[in-house]
Nanobody
């Protein structure tokens, strides 16, 4: 059974930091492209960051570059999103996602096969 379980969300003041984790089971983690997305009510789910199977390639949406860092631990089947200098506009439900296959169009939700349940991040001003 495939499971992606996010944790680490919460309430933080603007300028603060949070680290999200996503533990993966039921898949060969070291072969997966992993992504983080976020969604606020009434809006489409949007891309935040992605990382290749060995961590050698990463991609970020413009608004988080320099503030967020995606990383992975293949020994522990976990992907992380370190979020620094948080802003109120980062408030959202954050989802991790997994896809098998090549590094390809990683900013698009349709190319991910597995999703977590989401974790709420709230940034107060």
């Amino acid at each position: 059974q495939v499971q992606l379980v996010e944790s680490g969300g919460g309430l933080v003041q603007a300028g603060g930091s949070l680290r999200l984790s996503c533990a993966v089971s039921g898949l060969t983690f070291s072969s997966l492209v992993m992504g983080w997305f976020r969604q606020t009510p009434g809006k489409e789910r949007e891309f935040v960051a992605a990382i290749s199977w060995n961590g050698g390639t990463t991609d970020y949406t413009y608004s988080v570059k320099g503030r967020f860092t995606i990383s992975r631990d293949n020994a522990n089947n976990t992907v992380y999103l370190q979020m620094n200098s948080l802003r109120p506009e980062d408030t959202s439900v954050y989802y991790c996602a997994a896809r098998t296959g090549a590094w390809y169009r990683t900013r698009f939700t349709m190319h991910y096969e597995h999703w977590g349940q989401g974790t709420q991040v709230t940034v107060s001003s």
